[in-house]
């Protein structure tokens, strides 16, 4: 008997586990078929030691027959690692491309050496794959995408892009059959290998109720990039999920210019917002310039959103959509408009009555508003029905010229500041207060008059704001604001612009608005007597004697407000009277709480000037 048989004894009867192993060893390193077929007989060994030497010596000896065994879950999902690790090992050094699934679940195992083993494994299997672009290798591949291991599904993905275009054919039985993981994987790579062929596949996969599959064939389809995409791409403008609406924006905005003509379509049929919003959104990405009119037909949209994607489509055109902006702002106020009021209010007959009311519709005069919404009420229903009509083009118009002098406030911009200051007379509020804007952003001074004028006479305390704020900020310091603001002090019926008007005066070194801004201590609005404190304060000790006699005899409000004033001016005289004016009022008040701050500011700013 030779020592390769006595081994093979020793391996298969030894009451030892350690003589089997040693034996297991030995016989790894014999290419003889006879040690071979003992290591496979030894698969069945009881102890694990000896189990994983058996393994590994299989591996040594080449035997690839055993690879069908060891793929066996008694291997792969044996409770010990490393008999895992060893059937990992053996099957990668002699298991060539032999790619299951089992095996790629094992990148998620507890143990790392098992994890390492198994990732080490599939990329050398997939290595192998690469080199065989034909569709049993594609299957191979496709199994091992329904693993839970993310990277691992990266690595096959990105195989299947470096096989290249021969591969697509493979791939393209995947789509439909597949479930989900794999499905949204294949669409992936079809996407990035630009196989046109896939699309009406793809175009099919859309009507999936899965929202990840149809974002990813969403994606696939723009990059591919072809035209024929188009429809079924735009459709998905009304999906239920927003991921792939935006997906969709995306990907049609790859396309681009040969998407423009679709889109205008579906932009005059649609009644939809959200799909409206969309195209435009699209538009606003591939930036043709034939579609401004476009744009600038969406500013007068009923749809706050429509609208909204309409001003900021049109500010990223910037200069390039002045002149059309600028046309939607020119509202000219025709002559005939009073003659029409006059035969929409008393005209001979129904018939002459009802034509005037839909010119005046048609002409989107503001000033016929108010006559209008009488008639909408009447009791005749073509009168009615008509009124109603023309209210809505007016007010449409009235949305456009907004968004348009929206445009210009985002670009920054008052290119033709008169056509701008015309528009502070407009019958809409809104058109008013977004000409201020326009105004306020456009830096040209010779705007200051206009925007005074509306500080006196504007109905609206919002625009009054506004308007004096934007003058301020165009000349600041100028004695024009400053008395504008000084009338403003008065305003009946805002404190905003009280509070705004004292800010404004407060940085004057005219002791002329001194007195105005003591008043306003005892104002019943909190922001006009902060603002009145700390203007009060910007004086300095000018301001000192005038609030000295206030902290005498005010009310609490005002006294409290006095006090602030006095922290703010920082003078050390004004402690003793603090303490005194604070002994009529509990600890807890609000009066405390103010001079406690307010001497405390006084002394760190005492201790500053040593």
Request: aromatic fraction near 4%.
């Amino acid at each position: 008997m030779n020592t390769l048989e006595q081994t093979a004894i020793l391996l298969k009867s030894s009451p030892y586990w350690n003589e089997r192993r040693e034996a297991a060893l030995v016989l790894g390193r014999s290419q003889d078929p006879q040690a071979r077929q003992a290591l496979m007989d030894a698969l069945n060994d009881a102890d694990d030691e000896v189990l994983q030497a058996v393994i590994l010596a299989l591996g040594n000896a080449g035997n690839e027959e055993a690879v069908e065994y060891l793929v066996l879950p008694r291997y792969l999902n044996h409770p010990n690692p490393y008999i895992r690790w060893a059937a990992l090992q053996t099957i990668g050094k002699i298991g060539k491309s032999y790619v299951v699934p089992d095996v790629a679940e094992l990148t998620n195992d507890e143990e790392w050496v098992v994890r390492n083993e198994a990732q080490k494994l599939l990329r050398n299997q997939v290595e192998s794959v690469i080199t065989h672009c034909s569709l049993e290798s594609a299957r191979r591949m496709v199994s091992l995408l329904t693993t839970s291991n993310a990277e691992m599904r990266q690595i096959i993905i990105d195989a299947f892009l470096r096989i290249g275009p021969g591969i697509k054919p493979h791939l393209r039985e995947f789509v439909k059959s597949s479930g989900k993981p794999v499905q949204t994987a294949m669409v992936y790579v079809l996407g990035k290998l630009k196989d046109k062929e896939s699309i009406p596949a793809l175009i099919e996969l859309l009507e999936s109720t899965d929202k990840t599959i149809r974002k990813t064939v969403v994606e696939a389809l723009g990059q591919i990039g072809d035209e024929s995409a188009l429809p079924a791409l735009i459709e998905r403008f009304g999906d239920s999920s927003r991921e792939v609406q935006q997906s969709a924006i995306a990907a049609i905005a790859k396309i681009g210019k040969p998407a423009i003509e679709l889109l205008h379509e579906k932009l005059r049929f649609s009644s939809r917002k959200t799909i409206q919003q969309n195209v435009l959104f699209t538009l606003a990405k591939i930036l043709d310039k034939s579609s401004i009119p476009y744009f600038v037909d969406c500013l007068g949209s009923t749809y706050f959103i429509v609208r909204r994607a309409a001003i900021t489509g049109l500010a990223q055109y910037g200069k390039e959509a002045i002149d059309d902006i600028l046309q939607v702002i020119r509202n000219v106020k025709l002559p005939m408009v009073d003659d029409l009021l006059k035969q929409a209010e008393n005209g001979k007959t129904i018939g002459i009555r009802v034509r005037a009311i839909k010119a005046l519709g048609a002409l989107a005069d503001h000033r016929a508003v108010h006559l209008l919404k009488r008639l909408a009420a009447s009791q005749e229903p073509d009168i009615q029905n008509a009124s109603l009509a023309s209210l809505a083009q007016i007010g449409c118009s009235c949305w456009q010229r907004c968004g348009a002098l929206a445009v210009l406030r985002d670009l920054r911009l008052a290119p033709d500041v008169d056509l701008i200051i015309e528009q502070l007379d407009d019958d809409s509020e809104n058109v008013r207060l977004r000409a201020v804007k326009v105004l306020q952003r456009g830096g040209n001074p010779r705007a200051v008059p206009a925007l005074l004028q509306t500080v006196a006479i504007d109905g609206n305390a919002i625009i009054r704001y506004e308007a004096l704020r934007a003058a301020d900020e165009l000349a600041s310091g100028d004695p024009r604001v400053v008395e504008a603001a000084s009338k403003a002090l008065t305003d009946p019926s805002s404190s905003t612009v009280q509070a705004e008007a004292v800010r404004i005066i407060g940085r004057s070194p005219e002791n002329a608005y001194l007195e105005a801004i003591l008043d306003c201590l005892k104002n019943s609005s909190w922001e006009v007597r902060r603002n009145a404190a700390l203007a009060l304060g910007n004086m300095g000790k000018k301001a000192l004697p005038g609030l000295l006699e206030r902290l005498k005899k005010g009310e609490e409000t005002e006294k409290e407000s006095v006090i602030r004033a006095l922290g703010n001016v920082g003078a050390a005289e004004a402690i003793p009277a603090i303490e005194e004016a604070i002994q009529s009022f509990p600890a807890d008040s609000p009066v405390h709480h103010s001079a406690k701050k307010a001497i405390a500011e006084i002394r760190e700013k005492e201790e500053q000037k040593k």
